[in-house]
């Protein structure tokens, strides 16, 4: 069983007020260039008797001409191979209903896929039935994003 979620994070640090001494301005020092953004897919996967693994995809955004924002059906489609791949067997995919989870390029893949590929959608907006949602503040902290 495999849940796959996506998410995203600016590089831009948030802007705050802070207090300083009267006369003197406080200077808040930030690390990094603080400009683009990274967007995550990944997939919490899940079988019984095994451990649980985590196959993600990382795309960083830097405002670049031709560059894409996020995830497209193509990327998609490429990490769930992967993850069949990796894993050696049929996936049970369990996802959200990101509109483009639903474009027809990726439809035509599934229907190409059935003899290893089963895939349910989520109701509209059910964070609580995904386990993958729950993963991602780690998954930011560890790769060293915020």
Same mark, same amino acid.
């Given at each position: ?13 948030? +802007? $705050?007020? @802070?207090?300083?001494?009267?006369? !003197?301005?406080? /200077? ?53 191979? +992967? $993850?069949? @791949?990796?894993?050696?067997?049929? !996936?049970?995919? /369990? ?52």
């Amino acid at each position: 069983m495999v849940f796959e979620d996506e998410a995203g994070q600016s590089m831009t640090p948030p +802007r $705050a007020r @802070t207090w300083g001494r009267q006369g !003197i301005t406080p /200077v808040v020092r930030v690390r990094g260039r603080g400009s683009g953004r990274v967007s995550m897919a990944g997939m919490a996967c899940y079988k019984p008797g095994e451990r649980s693994r985590l196959i993600y995809a990382i795309r960083e955004y830097r405002g670049r001409k031709d560059e894409p924002k996020g995830f497209g059906w193509k990327d998609y489609r490429d990490l769930i191979v +992967r $993850a069949h @791949t990796q894993l050696g067997g049929p !996936i049970v995919l /369990v996802w959200d209903n990101l509109r483009m989870h639903l474009v027809a390029p990726l439809r035509e893949f599934f229907e190409a896929s059935t003899d290893w590929l089963t895939v349910f959608q989520l109701p509209t907006y059910a964070p609580d039935l995904n386990p993958q949602e729950g993963v991602w503040s780690l998954v930011i902290v560890s790769l060293g994003v915020v």
